[in-house]
């Protein structure tokens, strides 16, 4: 069976300082990962993911996330972040063929931006 | 735009009640998941449908029921059985067995008990 785990459920940091949000993963067959983020009283939006090819990506606001399959981890990471980044972030895991179509997800990780 | 739709913002239940909480999606997906969040809990999975008329229990079905009547449309029912109801509720959807693709949420429904 998948399992997802965040590291970290908080992670202060001030503005324009780097982040990283961890992510590892279990599974026994080939896996599809997402970031997710939520904006409070708001439902998760897809950030970004992980399908195959390339094992970096990219979302269209910074952030970006490496699949290390070795390491079984996808970890988040922003160069800089700003205050409208501060919101709850969510990794998921969906497995592919012989797995469960239907993702999980860690229990999130709050990312709080001081200026 | 195409999107989920869930009604309403805020729901309070007085004890012995049961409440409705609606969702409904004009993606043309045909999976369409409820899900509870609690502070510190992440996302729990209570029910899932793949199609009309069918659906499964998640981790945490005890409590809730639902249907699937209509492809749009898959409300989720709060019953009185269900002893610590207050949360947030969160409506998903996507492509049926796909499982590439990501999930697309609704803006959820919080519960309190009066």
Known sequence: ??????????????????????????????????????????????????????????????????????????????????????????CAVSEGKGGSYIPTFGRGTSLIVHP | DGGITQSPKYLFRKEGQNVTLSCEQNLNHDAMYWYRQDPGQGLRLIYYSQIVNDFQKGDIAEGYSVSREKKESFPLTVTSAQKNPTAFYLCASSRLNREDQPQHFGDGTRLSIL
């Open chain 1, 1 to 90: 069976a998948q399992s997802v785990t965040q590291l970290d459920s908080q992670v202060p940091v001030f503005e324009e300082a780097p982040v990283e949000l961890r992510c590892n993963y279990s599974s026994s067959v080939s896996v599809y990962l997402f970031w997710y983020v939520q904006y409070p009283n708001q439902g998760l939006q897809l950030l970004l993911k992980y399908l195959s090819g390339s094992t970096l990506v990219e979302s269209i606001n910074g952030f970006e996330a490496e699949f290390n399959k070795s390491q079984t981890s996808f970890h988040l990471r922003k160069p800089s972040v700003h205050i409208s980044d501060t919101a709850e972030y969510f």
